[in-house]
């Protein structure tokens, strides 16, 4: 009898996760051994260059700032059965709104430029996917088609605002004039010495506050449920009155939203203009993220620390370990997303079995249920 108990939720959320985690650090010594290095010291590298101090823990969380609001917005996205891919795109856009509001507000105050640039990023990027949501609800086009064909048009967009609008004249790069110091958003290294120099900044917070919102938004209020209703049977949801056209182009809108908040950490709390390529693929990595958290703020909220450790971690594995660079942590990341997404389920069936042994009693629960639906 292959009768099996599903896992209880803690194993299901955590356990599983960090077992498919490990599975993937295992994986990723066993690259480093075959290229000739220790991957004992290159795991070291990695975590000290991540955490060892508060220079290196503020670039970790500059990081995990930008891919909280990419993983937030995919699994937001995700609730509702959409696969939002155009996170990319989204946060490109939004930075055109910001730069465009904080220019225009850039000899106020810091304050009112960066509440400005936040409704400003929320509403271009909004924009950008509302359009995909409202081409899927209202004419059947696949909302991963349009998204990752809106990338496209965000980044040839963006490098003709770059060098045809946006350039000032004395500058001969693809890029837009500087913000006004009275303008620039402070970074938390102003008010933590040991943060000092990183480009970490109050941003920051602003994504403790999304993640947050978008809990008590899905799991706490009706709209919430109608589109987790909505991703988990369109069908029953349009028995139910919900309208899914009405709800795909809201929720497209709000996860655009959300990726539209890299900008405001990238345009207002670092580089204090509009660069080329700012984004530098943080929707991509967001998806990996909001896999890996299983599309919940908290989950999110630690994939998202890893990933951003990775990423400082990578940076400085360079200049430690002569022989590795941060390719090797691009090897490593692709390994995490490997097994905690496409090859999750994995582990799950020996972690089933295994349950099984120490609980008698579920094993015959597991049992009786499945031969009453084989008998159905």
């Avoid at 998202?304 to 941060?326: C, W």
């Avoid at 490997?338 to 120490?358: H, I, K, N, Q, V």
Wanted: proline share 4%.
């Amino acid at each position: 009898m292959s009768a099996a108990r599903p896992l209880p939720k803690w194993a299901d959320i955590a356990l599983l996760p960090l077992l498919n985690l490990a599975l993937a650090f295992v994986v990723s010594g066993l690259v480093v051994l075959m290229i000739g290095q220790n991957p004992i010291d290159a795991m070291a590298a990695i975590v000290t260059g991540a955490f060892g101090n508060g220079f290196n823990f503020g670039y970790t969380l500059y990081y995990t700032t930008n891919f909280i609001f990419t993983g937030l917005a995919v699994a937001f996205a995700a609730h509702a059965g959409l696969f939002n891919i155009g996170a990319n795109g989204q946060a490109y856009i939004a930075g055109l709104g910001v730069i465009l509001v904080a220019l225009a507000l850039q000899y106020t105050h810091w304050t009112l430029v960066m509440l400005a640039g936040i409704g400003a990023a929320a509403l271009f990027g909004g924009f950008w996917a509302f359009v995909p949501g409202w081409l899927q609800a209202k004419r059947g086009s696949h909302v991963v088609i349009t998204t990752i064909m809106f990338n496209f048009i965000a980044s040839a967009l963006m490098v003709y605002m770059l060098n045809r609008v946006l350039k000032p004249a004395s500058s001969m790069g693809p890029q837009s004039e500087t913000i006004a110091p009275s303008g620039q958003m402070p970074q938390l290294g102003d008010f933590f010495a040991p943060f000092k120099s990183t480009p970490v900044n109050l941003t920051f917070f602003l994504a403790i506050i999304a993640l947050v919102a978008v809990y008590v938004v899905i799991w706490r209020t009706k709209f919430g449920f109608a589109m987790r209703t909505l991703g988990h049977n369109p069908v029953a949801s349009r028995y139910a009155g919900i309208s899914n056209s009405r709800m795909i182009m809201i929720v497209m809108t709000i996860s655009g939203a959300l990726a539209g908040m890299v900008a405001v950490n990238e345009v207002l709390g670092v580089q204090n203009r509009l660069a080329l390529d700012f984004v530098a693929d943080a929707g991509f990595v967001g998806i990996a993220v909001a896999l890996m958290g299983r599309n919940h703020p908290i989950g999110i909220a630690l994939a998202g620390l890893l990933f951003g450790a990775l990423y400082q971690g990578g940076n400085e594995l360079q200049y430690v370990i002569p022989g590795l660079d941060r390719y090797m942590v691009v090897v490593i990341q692709a390994l995490v997303i490997l097994f905690t997404g496409a090859m999750e389920g994995l582990l799950r069936p020996s972690l089933e079995r295994t349950f099984m042994l120490f609980s008698p009693e579920q094993k015959a629960e597991a049992v009786k249920r499945e031969t009453a639906t084989t008998e159905s």
